[in-house]
């Protein structure tokens, strides 16, 4: 079987230079996910973790050095765990705290994207036509966890809508989709090594493909004991939007479960200043 195709100007793999990645998981009723999964990836079917269905949302903030400069992008994946129908012989009998700590290395258990939203047109492009994502413009008013910032763990982003302009731009608009947040201050995560991390797709001839993605560092992991209604959650602020309907369908009110989080190490540290004697 051949490869997919990977279009020009692309080449892969594609190197992140910086990523700050904030995860929130939910563990909910299959039954929806399996109507949703089935519209989108047809070939796929719903993991179960002890009788429930896991949607993951994850928010990413990342960087990339290219010949021609950089690239800062933002996005959120709106996600299934899901796994190849025919593989179901192959697949390890896991708890979600299992799963979420990378037991399952035949990393048929993937990320079926259900919605993407970026405010990079050229990412927005590259997810299509490389991995078959769901990929549409949004952008984001967030707060973060930073070095150069006040103390603290705690994240908070607001995704919104957003069109392209017949120049190619991302156009912003002001609705606001959905939050997604996780105050984490005072906890302490497990490093988990959960990567490669299999984000599945399926192109407009609908042929599913896979697309893994190495992290080169441990996640950290915060399990459920540590996530209480008041430390990490979604809240859907337009229900109209095709994104706040399977929200709202998938989570349905849903808490939380568990939170994982990657920030890229700094490379450099430009010092405080001194007075030179004159």
């Known amino acids: 079987m051949p490869l997919p195709p990977v279009p020009a100007p692309y080449q892969l793999p594609f190197h992140y230079g910086a990523l700050h990645n904030l995860g929130v998981d939910f563990l ?15 070939a796929l079917s719903v993991a179960e ?10 928010f990413q903030l990342y960087f990339a050095q290219y010949r021609f400069g950089a690239g800062i992008t933002q996005e959120v994946e709106v996600n299934i765990i899901a796994f190849p129908a025919d593989a179901a012989d192959r697949l390890p009998e896991l708890s ?16 079926a994207r259900i919605h993407v939203l970026c405010d ?33 763990n705690s994240w908070h ?11 190619g731009d991302i156009e912003r608009h002001p609705t606001s989709l959905f939050t997604l947040a996780a105050d984490l201050t005072g906890l302490t995560g497990s490093p988990v090594n959960n990567t490669p991390i299999t984000g599945y797709g399926t192109d407009d001839a609908g042929r599913p493909l896979a697309g893994p993605m190495n992290v080169y560092q441990p996640y950290l992991w915060y399990a459920p004991a540590d996530i209480t209604a008041d430390r990490a959650g979604l809240a859907v602020l337009d229900p109209t939007a095709d994104v706040g ?25 430009h010092n405080r200043p001194y007075y030179l004697r004159h």
Request: glycine share 10%.
């Open 157 to 167: 982003v607001t995704c919104k809508a957003a069109g392209i302009t017949p120049e």
């Open 96 to 111: 979600y705290e299992q799963y979420a700590q990378g037991y399952d290395q035949t990393k048929l258990l993937g990320i």
């Open 245 to 269: 309907q399977d929200l709202n369908l998938l989570l349905g009110g849903a808490a939380a479960t568990g939170v994982w989080t990657c920030q890229s190490p700094p490379v450099a540290a």
């Open 28 to 42: 909910v009723d299959p039954a929806a996910t399996r109507d949703v999964l089935a519209k989108h990836h047809p």
């Open 49 to 58: 973790f002890g009788g429930r269905a896991l949607v993951s949302v994850n």
């Open 120 to 152: 990079n047109p050229l990412a927005i492009d590259a997810g299509r036509e490389l991995y078959a994502e769901p990929k549409h413009p949004g952008w984001f008013e967030t707060a973060m966890p930073s070095l150069n910032g006040p103390a603290g």
